[in-house]
């Protein structure tokens, strides 16, 4: 059903299809992150993604994606300085790196679009504090996805937490609706004002990305016209859910529920992104 703006309000049927293009969008993220560590290339980190969506039958979100240049891969991975859209290639993680990968799959004509940001090795306290500002953002976010709220309250929530742990969030990408297509409306910023903007309604479905940046705010786009990175050169991270507004609260529809993937790291995905355990905690589990 279309509500105002063209937003598009999902039935029962239409969000279980989400759910279940979360969930393969989940098991892609979680390869790609198993794959994290010092020497891959970040094309290496690519491929492990696209091999699950593959075992799927899934349609890549990303690739051709129209832009500058239609995008060339399954994900975009973003190395330190990078805050979104790093395109993947020969780049080399080392030691002491911070890797945000972001995904999306289309099953059965639905989108599950989600990012994770992952340590490679050991990483300076900064990059930990970076990390936990960045899903502070995303889980007030996401207990702010309520019926009868309103988008800037999720705005303001996400960018009170970040702000509040002193860091900041980018003023020029934003998230977004998303259902049959990756991008719909509502935009929903990661900042703004409680009380102002769209109504949220029950069936709404919204990608909320905290893109956060340890420096100033300001980004520039690299030649290659995709690659966004930081103006002053400092880290960034980037997380996302695509989140549904429902009667009963919010619902994660790319959580990694039921995972056909065995071991610790499964259960480390969900815990990843709700804080807990904490951020060193799952390095351990990453790096085993």
């Not at 399954?74 to 190395?79: D, K, P």
């Not at 859209?85 to 890797?99: A, E, N, T």
């Not at 970076?130 to 995303?138: D, K, R, S, V």
Request: glycine share 12%; net charge negative; charged share 20%.
């Amino acid at each position: 059903m279309t509500w105002r703006r063209g937003i598009e309000i999902k039935n029962a049927v239409e969000l279980e299809h989400m759910r279940q293009a979360g969930r393969v969008n989940a098991e892609a993220l979680l390869a790609a992150a198993a794959a994290v560590r010092p020497g891959v290339t970040t094309s290496e980190i690519d491929q492990a993604a696209a091999e699950v969506l593959r075992r799927y039958g899934a349609t890549p979100a990303f690739l051709g994606y129209p832009g500058p240049t239609p995008y060339p891969a399954v994900t975009t991975v973003s190395v330190n300085e990078e805050l979104v859209h790093g395109i993947p290639g020969r780049r080399r993680l080392k030691q002491g790196d911070i890797v945000s990968i972001d995904c999306g799959a289309i099953v059965e004509g639905f989108v599950g679009d989600s990012a994770v940001t992952v340590p490679v090795g050991e990483i300076p306290p900064e990059a930990w504090r970076l990390l936990e500002a960045t899903l502070a953002g995303l889980w007030a976010g996401v207990g702010a996805m309520q019926a009868g709220r309103r988008t800037g309250d999720v705005s303001a929530a996400i960018q009170q937490a970040v702000e509040g742990r002193g860091f900041n969030v980018t003023k020029d990408y934003t998230g977004h609706g998303v259902g049959r297509a990756m991008h719909e409306d509502p935009q929903v910023p990661n900042y703004g004002v409680a009380g102002k903007g769209l109504v949220l309604r029950p069936g709404m479905t919204i990608a909320l990305e905290p893109m956060v940046l340890a420096g100033g705010s300001e980004t520039r786009v690299l030649d290659d016209g995709w690659t966004v990175v930081s103006r002053d050169g400092r880290r960034t991270a980037h997380f996302e859910h695509s989140v549904a507004v429902t009667a009963g609260g919010p619902v994660i529809l790319t959580a990694l529920e039921d995972p056909h993937l065995d071991g610790p790291r499964a259960s480390w995905y969900n815990s990843f992104f709700a804080g807990r355990p904490s951020l060193a905690e799952a390095q351990g589990v990453l790096t085993s």
